[in-house]
């Protein structure tokens, strides 16, 4: 990692890291036929599990419309369904059905495999860094993003 003289990390390295995530991203979303959108919204009920699609919308930056429509063509595609809250029977959750877009396990393993090369070469102190890294640069994303909008 390019960093300058006093060890910190150049806007530079940092710019192009981003830029490369979300290229990959935009590119692996139009190899499954799927929008950037839907990709997202996948990902965020993949990882974060079910929830409304208003919390969904509020987590995509979306309108309530706009997600309800993304929802559906991932329901329509088997990758989402809706289901009935259990806590609440009122509310309707949206939850990863399990199944992946063909050819995404593919994409993301070429990916994945170098990355989690390089971090096993790391000592234990500098995963402890990346991990306390990726926790804070989260949250600030997270924050900022709400922030713009609303």
């Given at each position: 990692m390019q960093s300058n003289v006093n060890g910190a990390v150049g806007p530079e390295i940092y710019r192009r890291y981003l830029a490369s995530v979300v290229q990959f991203h935009l590119a692996?979303?139009?190899a499954c036929g799927l929008g950037a959108t839907d990709y997202q919204a996948l990902s965020l009920l993949d990882v974060d599990g079910?929830?409304?699609?208003?919390?969904?919308?509020?987590?995509?930056?979306?309108?309530?419309?706009?997600?309800?429509r993304a929802v559906d063509r991932l329901a329509n595609a088997g990758l989402a369904e809706r289901v009935p809250d259990d806590a609440d029977r009122r509310r309707v959750l949206v939850r990863a059905t399990?199944?992946?877009?063909?050819?995404?396990?593919?994409?993301l393993g070429r990916v994945q495999a170098p990355i989690a090369a390089a971090i096993t070469e790391l000592t234990?102190?500098?995963?402890?860094?990346?991990?306390?890294?990726?926790?804070a640069a989260t949250q600030a994303y997270r924050e900022?993003?709400?922030?713009?909008?609303?």
């Open positions: 692996a979303a139009e079910p929830m409304t699609t208003g919390q969904l919308a509020e987590r995509l930056g979306l309108s309530p419309s706009a997600t309800t399990g199944r992946q877009p063909e050819q995404l396990g593919e994409i234990p102190a500098q995963r402890d860094g990346l991990t306390a890294y990726f926790t900022v993003t709400t922030g713009l909008n609303a």
